[in-house]
């Protein structure tokens, strides 16, 4: 472990998962850096409760739709913050719904965008800081419906199995010095708007009988970056067995 202060950098850190990552990171004695893009208020709330309890925080605001910009902006935030990056989890994403009939290239562009483009130019722009002490991990948020795919959300799913595939290919790039692993999460927070009748659907499928936790991912990020560091190149499903039925 390096004999300096931890830090991490969380991407849609500002609300539901992603602020329960920022939030266990944090506990575990991490500083961590956090992006976001419309939450303003929710990221302002998390920067100030975590520093009541001595927590560091760097929210930064951008959009990982253009990826080649925010990147550069988050480089250049997090630069002034830290020279060094222990972490890195892409959490950030798009919930797109649109079957074949709605999907447009600009639709399946932007799912890219956010969900292969901004973590692969993030790894890129982070390697030698996450390789430096020969201790970094990525963890990448992917979902169980890259190898379920949903037709009504087609852009959605395609870009979440390339987020999966990626993850192989850069554990293999990364390694030694970094681990790089995937969790694909079933329903772990249902979006607002998610009918109840497809909820009762779902669950039914599921043989734990219930939803998973925004800290049912935490707890696996804060394993994958601590207890669980032989671990690379998996995709973890995270699903209460839903991938069995
Ligand atoms: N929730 C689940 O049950 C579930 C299931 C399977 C997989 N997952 C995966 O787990 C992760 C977390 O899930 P979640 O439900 O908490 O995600 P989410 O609420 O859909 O999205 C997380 C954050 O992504 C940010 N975001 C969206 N578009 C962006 C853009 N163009 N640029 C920058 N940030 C952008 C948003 O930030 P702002 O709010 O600041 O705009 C949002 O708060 C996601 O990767 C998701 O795909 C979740």
Not at 102 to 119: C, G, M, Q
Not at 221 to 233: D, N, R
Request: with cysteine.
């Amino acid at each position: 472990m390096p004999d300096r202060r931890r830090v991490a950098l969380v991407t849609g850190g500002a609300k539901r998962v992603g602020r329960a990552i920022v939030e266990r990171l944090g506990a575990m004695g991490f500083a961590v850096a956090f992006t976001y893009l419309t939450s303003d208020r929710d990221a302002e709330a998390l920067r100030s409760q975590l520093a009541e309890r001595g927590i560091d925080t760097l929210p930064i605001k951008a959009d990982l739709a253009e990826p080649e910009n925010a990147v550069e902006q988050i480089d250049k935030a997090f630069g002034s913050w830290s020279s060094d990056l222990d972490v890195l989890v892409n959490n950030a994403s798009l919930w797109l719904p649109g079957r074949l009939a709605e999907t447009t290239p600009d639709i399946l562009r932007k799912a890219y965008a956010v969900h292969v483009e901004s973590p692969l130019l993030l790894c890129k722009t982070f390697a030698n800081r996450l390789r430096r002490d020969g201790g970094g991990h990525v963890v990448n948020m992917v979902d169980l419906l890259a190898e379920r795919p949903w037709p009504q959300y087609l852009a959605y799913c395609a870009s979440k199995a390339a987020l999966a595939n990626l993850t192989l290919g850069l554990s293999r790039e990364l390694a030694p010095q970094v681990t790089v692993n995937g969790i694909a999460p079933g329903v772990v927070q249902w979006p607002e708007d998610f009918p109840a009748d497809e909820r009762e659907k779902y669950l039914k499928r599921v043989p734990l009988q219930r939803e998973g936790t925004p800290a049912d991912v935490a707890n696996l990020v804060e394993f994958l970056v601590g207890k669980g560091s032989y671990i690379t190149g998996q995709i973890i499903r995270l699903d209460g067995g839903r991938s069995v039925t």
